[in-house]
C-alpha cells in the first residue's frame, strides 16, 4: 500500500504569511493530488499531477500553487492565504493505470 | 462532471446491526472507491470497486456498473465502525456526500 506523508499535521497562521505543505511518497506513482475538505462541501480537487513537471488545476485551483519537481514530492503552496482557506487538506497518490488513490493523513489549516 | 449521490445522509445502528449504504453515479466509471473518515479524520481506503463484488471481514461491497450505482454492506457493526463513509468516482476522484455513521454500544 502507498505510503503518503504529510508536513505539518496542523498549522495555525495569519492572513497573507506564505506556507507551504509538504507532500511526499515512497513508491514511485506518477500521479499526485491534493483535495481540501470543507463542511457542507465535502472534497474537493485543487490539483493535480499526471508526472514529473506535469501539473493542472483541479476544481477549485483559486489561492493555490504547486510543484512536481520530483517524483515523490508534490508541495501544496498557498502564496497569501486567506480566512477561506482554512480547512482540512489532503494529498493523495493513483496506483498506476486504475488511478486508485490512496490519501495522506491530513493537514489541518486554520488562517486567521 | 460526474454526480455522485450517497444515501442515507446518516445511520444510526445499535451495535450488531447489519446495514447497506448506496451510492448513485451519473455516467459511466472506471474507478469506484469506497473510504473511511474515521473520527480523527483520516480516510481509510475501504475498496476499489468499478465493477463486481469484493469482500474483506464484515465489510463487502458490490458495484453494478450498468446501473450506475454501488452498495457497502457492513455486517455485525462495531463501535468502530462509526466515521464517514465516502464513495467516489473517476480518475480525478468526485466525492459524493458522505454518509455518517454511528453504531451504540
Known amino acids: 500500500e502507498a505510503q503518503v506523508t504529510q508536513n505539518p499535521r496542523y498549522l495555525i497562521t495569519v492572513t497573507g504569511k506564505k506556507l507551504t505543505v509538504t507532500c511526499s511518497q515512497n513508491m514511485n506513482h506518477e500521479y499526485m493530488s491534493w483535495y481540501r475538505q470543507d463542511p457542507g462541501l465535502g472534497l474537493r480537487q485543487i490539483y493535480y499531477?499526471?508526472?514529473?513537471?506535469?501539473?493542472d488545476k483541479g476544481d477549485v485551483p483559486e489561492g493555490y500553487k504547486v510543484s512536481r519537481k520530483e517524483k515523490r514530492n508534490f508541495p501544496l503552496i498557498l502564496e497569501s492565504p486567506s480566512p477561506n482557506q482554512t480547512s482540512l487538506y489532503f494529498c493523495a497518490v493513483a496506483l498506476g493505470a486504475t488511478y486508485e488513490q490512496y490519501f495522506g493523513p491530513g493537514t489541518r489549516l486554520t488562517v486567521t | 462532471g460526474i454526480q455522485v449521490e450517497q444515501s442515507p445522509p446518516d445511520l444510526i445502528l445499535q451495535e450488531g446491526a447489519n446495514s447497506t449504504l448506496r451510492c448513485n453515479f451519473s455516467d459511466s466509471v472506471n474507478n469506484l472507491q469506497w473510504f473511511h473518515q474515521n473520527p480523527w479524520g483520516q480516510l481509510i481506503n475501504l475498496f476499489y470497486?468499478?465493477?463486481g463484488t469484493k469482500q474483506n471481514g464484515r465489510l463487502s461491497a458490490t458495484t453494478v456498473a450498468t446501473e450506475r450505482y454501488s452498495l457497502l454492506y457492513i455486517s455485525s457493526s462495531q463501535t468502530t465502525d462509526s466515521g464517514v463513509y465516502f464513495c467516489?468516482?473517476?480518475?480525478?476522484?468526485?466525492f459524493g456526500e458522505g454518509t455518517q455513521l454511528t453504531v451504540n454500544p
Open positions: 467516489a468516482s473517476g480518475s480525478r476522484l468526485t
Open positions: 470497486i468499478p465493477s
Open positions: 499531477s499526471m508526472n514529473v513537471e506535469v501539473t
